[in-house]
């Protein structure tokens, strides 16, 4: 083994060491952590999904019942925007 190989090997050890500290990786060796992790990464994601939502539909229905020169659709979204005045 050459002096190269052996500061390569040093370096390499080093570097997995380092990686081993990671949080994201000490997250991963304890299956109770993990589970916690991932449980309040989906609390998080369904949450924001449902605001984004949320938000997406109601500025769409107040777009749409600006439209007041087609009859069925105007009509539809007039009462939506009246449904969501009433609501707040």
Known sequence: MTIADRDALENLTVEVARLNDHRFIRVQN??????????????????????????????????????EFLPIVGDWAS???????LSQ
């Open 30 to 67: 304890s299956y109770w952590r993990l589970v916690i992790f991932q449980f309040l990464r989906g609390l998080a994601f369904g949450l924001g999904s449902v605001i984004g939502a949320t938000i997406l539909v109601s500025l769409l229905a107040w777009w749409v019942s600006q439209f």
């Open 79 to 85: 009462q939506i925007a009246k449904q969501i005045d």
